[in-house]
């Protein structure tokens, strides 16, 4: 029994000796890494600093040539990209044993499962740097996509940014402006207005046309080149309907002023001429229970039929 005992007590010591040097061995280890650490820390800090630098040089010199959106995620991105060398450089300072190429293979598996992960946010960054690139619109143009419709305040990294013309902002991702249609208002420095007199089929139409041209020259705002126009578009119910169209300013808040003052000239200049702009004729035809009424007749109920006598 005593000789029993004596075995499981060396036993326990030698355990506990050889945690001993394993913990021994970690703490020089650890002593030893100290410097290569400090050193990757620094590496780490100058990456950081160059980066910034970096985003910085780049965004002055991208706004020389190119929107402020596309200095912005251009030079953000190009700074991310030395940052990520420099961090790469300080892992293979801090552990010698590690290779390049591991840290190059380590890089790619991590990527593919980032890729997976951040699906949706990868694919909004591509399609901003695909907007910027191309450049369909830029800040200040008026747009419309998906049903929204404002002036474009900037582009990026995730979506584009819209203020509507109430007043309010909307986030698109980028992603679904870079895949949907887009109308670009004030792409082109003008564009066409429009809208539809009606006069009466007794006034000349010819006649009536020449005046809304003549009305539309002089409102302050339309386009002289390329000219008014005056086109009878239809023969309605009970009038005869043209369609005044003229070139004016694209922007929107201006161009709806020149519509509103467009239409109130044209009326003014209608009225002028002694040309009829009538309303809807409507026609109605008497049944018996209504001549019962107007003649005063008792034997018509509430919901307007006859009582049989």
Known sequence: MEELASQ???SVAEVGEEISQNAQS???NFVESLPRIGVALAVIIVGY?????????????????????????MSRLAGWA????????????????????????????????????????????????????????????????????GTVEGITIRETRIKTFD????????????????????????RRQAFVVGIAFENDARE???VIMDALRSVEGVLLD?????????LGVSTVNIEARFWCDALQHNSRLILDDAIVTVKYWLEDASIEMPADIIALQATPSFKAAV???????????????
């Open 8 to 10: 499981e007590d060396g």
């Open 26 to 28: 970690m703490l020089d």
């Open 49 to 73: 600093v160059l980066s910034r630098w970096l985003r910085s040089l780049l965004r002055r010199f991208f706004c020389r040539s190119h929107t402020k959106s596309f200095a912005n995620v």
């Open 82 to 149: 030395l940052l990520s060398v420099f961090v790469m450089s300080a892992l293979a300072v801090a552990f010698p044993s590690v290779k390049p190429v591991d840290l190059l293979a380590g890089l790619g598996f991590f990527s593919v499962a980032v890729g997976f992960a951040f699906q949706d946010i990868l694919e909004n960054t591509l399609s901003g740097v695909l907007l910027l690139i191309r450049q369909p619109f830029e800040s200040g143009d008026q747009i419309e996509v998906q049903g929204q419709t």
């Open 167 to 190: 007043g309010q902002m909307i986030l698109i991702p980028n992603r679904d402006v870079y895949k949907n249609v887009i109308r670009v208002q004030t792409h082109f420095p003008e």
């Open 208 to 210: 009536a046309s020449q």
């Open 226 to 234: 390329p000219a008014p126009e005056a086109l009878v578009s239809e």
């Open 295 to 309: 003649q005063g007749d008792g034997n018509v109920t509430p919901g307007g039929a006859m009582q049989s006598t």
